[in-house]
């Protein structure tokens, strides 16, 4: 079950946030803070008229039998609390409330000891899980059968590195998961439909730093589509061995990689395609037997884009902003095409090396106002162009192609769309290599 906590400053606050948020809600855990004198009267109607599953989560300064009067009038399915001595009493009392018995976090090794000392006294045990560091989440998951086994029991996820063990918080098999923010709720109920994620489920992922979660609404609303109990999720990680760790405890079927790890991964890889040996990088890499096979679908997500217009032979000349992986990939595939290239980067000695690679042309950015009007096709692969290119001016004849999927319009984008170029956006790019990449990973065309 997926819930919500509430811990607003007023009854009205947390009944409006409720509200607003039902349709993601399948439990709801409120903050017993809310409750005042002025207040309890309204506090028990509204906690009367919710009819999911509900938790009141205690402060551990309330009165034993103002207690007892609260849980019968409002009939709360379960109590929670950190005080261990308040939750031995209420354990033997409460006939109609289960009692939750929430513990600190302590090191990975001693969870189960953990989860066994607090379902004491008949107690359902929860525990605070924060993953602070990659180690935290490769132990996590190291230990994830043990804990699974455990039986009934309540994880709560905090850190930086937290997000994959939430959405996998079934494969713990821990009771519920509730997000304190209503938007991390929703995701995790509409995007990763973590509620429905089981011991059967396959994990796709993509790896990064910081952790890029923007292909997982392309991924995950496909899954269903094909008949697929999958699930497509973000890791962030400081070094590939951490990931390749969890990797093989999760049997992760496959992955797409961005920065920094995209030429990184190259060493990794068992069978690489042309494309990787061309751009020197890769952002997917799919398992084949024992043995990974990485692939570059930038390269043919931007032919797919630009196919009619160049099997037309509209585009003879073209202009590349950037020359990182993404604009290596650009390069390549439009040389593949027999398009005439000029790379222009702030650092033109990568520009260069990139040129004598791909027999194109190459200049500073610095020099971008020399290529106006000389280009059918501008691609903008560098987040950093308004910086750089404040002279260069589109004469609304260009096709105009950003692979910049992350960031806000550009003072340079915005420029073409007033010059009425016609715009492919980062957006649409990030679909096209999107498709592929699903296909490429699991072997069905992507459902349209």
Known sequence: MLGLLLCGTSVKEISECLSENREYTDIVEIDAKVITKENREEFISFASSVKIPKVLRLTGTEEMESLQQLLEACRFDFVSSSNHHLCTRLSKTLKKT??????PSEKMQNLYKTLKKASENSCIPAVNMCFDSEETLVSYFSFLNNISAFGKKIIYFSGDYCTPAAILYRKA?????????????????????????????TVYATVGNPANDALSQIMNSAFPKVGMNSVF?????????AFFRISDILDISGFSITKPFNREIIPYLGKISREVTQTGAANLAVRENRYLKG?????????????????SGKIKNAVVFGCGVAGHSAVWALRYRHVNVTILNRTADKARKLAAQTMSEWDSLENASKYTGKADLI???????????????????ELVCDLVYNANSSAFMSGAEKAGCRIISGKSCL???????????????YPE
């Open 98 to 103: 289960s009692v939750i018995r929430i513990s």
């Open 173 to 201: 098999d821990s009771m519920y998961l509730c997000c304190e923010k209503p938007e991390n709720l929703r995701i995790l109920k509409t995007v990763y439909r973590a509620d429905r994620i089981n011991s059967e489920t």
């Open 233 to 241: 999720i973000p890791f962030m990680t400081n070094t590939l061995k």
């Open 295 to 311: 692939m570059n679908t930038d390269y043919y997500g931007i032919l797919n884009l630009l196919e009619k217009e160049l099997d």
């Open 379 to 397: 691609i903008q692969a560098t987040s950093s162009v308004e910086d750089y290119a404040p002279d260069f001016k589109f004469t609304g004849k």
């Open 431 to 445: 679909i096209s290599q999107g498709k592929l990449q699903f296909e490429k990973l699991t072997g069905f065309y």
